[in-house]
């Protein structure tokens, strides 16, 4: 196939790169778009109720009406450049194009307009040159201090003068040039003005919005901005030296090395905590923090964002990525702005040469600085830290070792702590796992070893992450030492093989004797992953007697019934949330369910579910589950079958053997007979 030729690569090339619009062009075009039934060139504005702020609309802020939460009122304006001519629809006339003194007059910015003119600035942008200014609205003029607007008019000709020149660029600058991080090199000594163009078209200036940007002008371009700007040559670093209210900070900077970061050149956001945040961490907290380096330059890290974030660019919840890798969610509520929701800024748009500061009254510690404890402070697993902390094991999770909590959720306690004593802890000590984990590196099969010295299996199902019986319910908490996993119950580590637990469960006698007739007692008792579907001795009882009676009459049926009660593959409760399909050792297919948060087996509900063995899972169900295929029709005129009695008298004397040792032979005789009338699989 033959390429196309250079020359039209070239001409798509340029074609895209013309098509692609700024973030400030994309919103005006929306702008547009929503004012175009108003007439031509009229732009939809969303002014907020009670001020004189307004903007120009992206999609989700027509439909939402809101600016930081606060509700607004949609007007429709000429869009820039252009004006209203009686009698006509819309705005259909271009501004008239005049020098930029001139312009100044008609873009709203009257006052800097005077003040061009008493600082002897007009001969300058009333003549020939190509200049850009950023030209501070009456408003922002107005709301200047008394004594900083006192200072600038009664020195016109040097403050003033000055002031005004370091709103100017000796060159014509567009939106579409005013690129995200770049600086510009102003008409008053060449010091730079630092230009941020955000993703939702806000363009700040010197972190001063542009109101109506692009006039055109004969000798340049006019921007309107919502502030006086000021020079800046001051680095973070220089500020935080400088500033009384940073003290603490300014130390725990100097021992974490971070200087010479906040120094260099980039554009970054300290969250800069005041010595008020400081104060009002425990002391024990802040002296273990301050006390190591690594929790102590995660804690700084995490104040400091990867870009320069002014006030004015916030207008809804946008998250924010930290040097120490995690995120901020960063948003405003009317005229403050908030950090994870809450509105801790103190001062904002304290500009650096290399960024910008927003002093914040409360400290914000990352997890990778916490202990586990703090980790769980105020969460969904708080009531797992009282169980711990009342079973001794406080030190555990405090400290320096390296470990995994296991920590059930809340709701697993709703009726209440469970007693503390000697098992209790032994239990307790079973969900602290040796070795800082991430659930992300789990893996299915694993092995995991508890400070209780049990041994913990891991389990990977399409929808749930599960340790044993316990899935788990939350993303990890990385904290500076342990990790916290939230579990959605009270994790159980098997003890001993299927055969074991059976044996030990008065409720499983009868089924116990009748794998041990079918010879099946080496199978379930060897290493494997097992669930098995346990019918207790209800269930058996519960059988119709003609079923019963075929039942135990047939060693080959009874086998075959015994093996559909097993399923090669470890399935625990929280796996299960449609239907899940397993194969039976018999070789039909088990469907197990979760209905009205009851697991079903065959639409059977399960009696107790998640019993852990080593080799696998019990659940007890009372019924006896059958393949479809061998399901008989109920009779009542069957005769009685000796093995029947057998059975019946076997789970009887299970349970009287146990309160009578001398019945134990009488039992163990029994068994024997039913060896003798069964055979094996």
């Known amino acids: 196939m033959a390429r196309p030729p250079l020359p039209l690569l070239l001409a798509l090339a340029l074609g895209l790169a013309a098509a692609a619009k700024s973030p400030y062009q994309q919103v005006l075009q929306h702008s547009r778009l929503r004012g175009r039934q108003h007439g031509p060139n009229v732009c939809a504005v969303q002014k907020l109720i009670g001020t004189n702020r307004k903007y120009f609309t992206n999609c989700k802020q027509w439909y939402q009406r809101k600016i930081c939460g606060k509700s607004t009122v949609i007007s429709y304006e000429c869009c820039p450049g252009y004006e209203k001519v009686p009698g006509e629809k819309g705005c259909p006339a271009a501004l008239p194009l ?203 890290n995490h104040h400091i964002l990867k870009s320069a974030m002014c006030a004015e660019a916030i207008i809804a919840g946008l998250t924010m990525e930290t040097l120490e890798g995690t995120t901020l969610d960063v948003g405003c509520s009317g005229e403050e702005l908030t950090l994870n929701g809450k509105p801790i800024i103190a001062n904002k748009d304290i500009l650096a040469t290399n960024g910008v500061i927003h002093f914040v009254n409360e400290l914000l510690i990352p997890d990778s600085a916490k202990t586990l404890f703090e980790l769980a402070q105020e969460s969904e697993v708080s009531k797992s830290m009282d169980f711990f902390r009342q079973a001794g094991l406080s030190s555990h999770l405090t400290g320096s070792e390296r470990v995994t909590l296991l920590a059930p959720v809340n709701d697993v306690f709703k009726d209440g702590l469970p007693v503390v004593d000697s098992n209790m802890k032994n239990l307790l000590l079973n969900h602290i796992v040796k070795d800082q984990l991430s659930s992300k590196y789990l893996y299915h099969g694993q092995k995991l070893q508890t400070l209780g010295d049990k041994e913990l299996r891991v389990f990977v199902y399409r929808n749930n992450l599960c340790i044993e019986n316990a899935c788990i319910a939350a993303h990890d908490k990385r904290g500076r030492f342990g990790t916290l996993f939230s579990v959605d ?193």
């Open 98 to 300: 005049s020098n930029i003194y001139e312009t100044l007059g008609v873009v709203g910015s009257s006052t800097t307009q005077l003040y061009s003119d008493r600082s002897n600035l007009r001969p300058e942008i009333e003549g020939p040159g190509s200049f850009t200014i950023f030209a501070p609205s009456n408003e922002a003029w107005a709301s200047l201090p008394a004594e900083t607007l006192d200072s600038l008019v009664s020195n016109v000709n040097i403050e003033l003068l000055n002031a005004l020149r370091y709103h100017m660029v000796n060159k014509r600058v567009l939106t579409d040039d005013l690129k995200h991080g770049t600086t510009l090199n102003s008409m008053y000594q060449d010091l730079p003005i630092q230009i941020h163009h955000y993703p939702n078209g806000i363009v700040t200036v010197n972190c001063a919005r542009l109101l109506k940007a692009d006039h055109h002008a004969t000798n340049g371009v006019v921007h309107v901005i919502d502030k006086v700007i000021a020079t800046t040559t001051n680095s973070i670093q220089h500020i935080i030296e400088t500033e009384e209210s940073l003290e603490t900070l300014r130390a725990a900077v100097a021992a974490s090395d971070l200087n010479s970061l906040l120094e260099s050149k980039g554009q970054y956001t300290l969250l800069a905590p005041t010595n008020e945040a400081f104060e009002k961490i425990p002391r024990e907290t802040l002296n273990r923090i301050l006390g190591d380096p690594e929790a102590l330059r995660d804690l700084l």
């Open 489 to 681: 119950k009270m994790l159980t580590p098997p003890s001993g093989s299927v055969m074991d637990v059976l044996k030990a469960d008065h409720r499983f006698s009868t089924l116990v004797a009748a794998i041990q007739s079918a010879g099946l007692t080496e199978n379930l008792n060897r290493p494997g992953t097992f669930t098995v579907f346990a019918p207790t001795n209800e269930a058996f009882r519960a059988m119709p007697q003609g079923e019963l009676n075929k039942l135990m009459g047939n060693a080959k049926e009874l086998a075959n019934i015994l093996k559909f009660h097993v399923a090669d593959e470890i399935l625990v409760s929280g796996a299960v949330s449609a239907l899940v399909r397993l194969k039976s050792m018999q070789g039909d297919k088990l469907e197990v369910s979760m209905k009205n948060n009851v697991i079903h087996i065959n639409k059977e509900p399960v009696a107790e579910s998640d019993i852990m063995a080593t080799n696998g899972v019990i659940y007890a169900v009372n019924s006896v589950l059958q393949p479809q295929a061998s399901r008989p029709q109920e009779r009542g005129d069957e005769p009685a079958d000796p093995a029947l009695e057998i059975f019946k008298q076997a789970s009887a004397l299970s349970k009287v053997s146990q309160r009578n040792p001398r019945l134990a032979p009488v039992y163990s005789r029994l068994l024997a007979r039913m060896k003798e009338n069964s055979g094996r699989f």
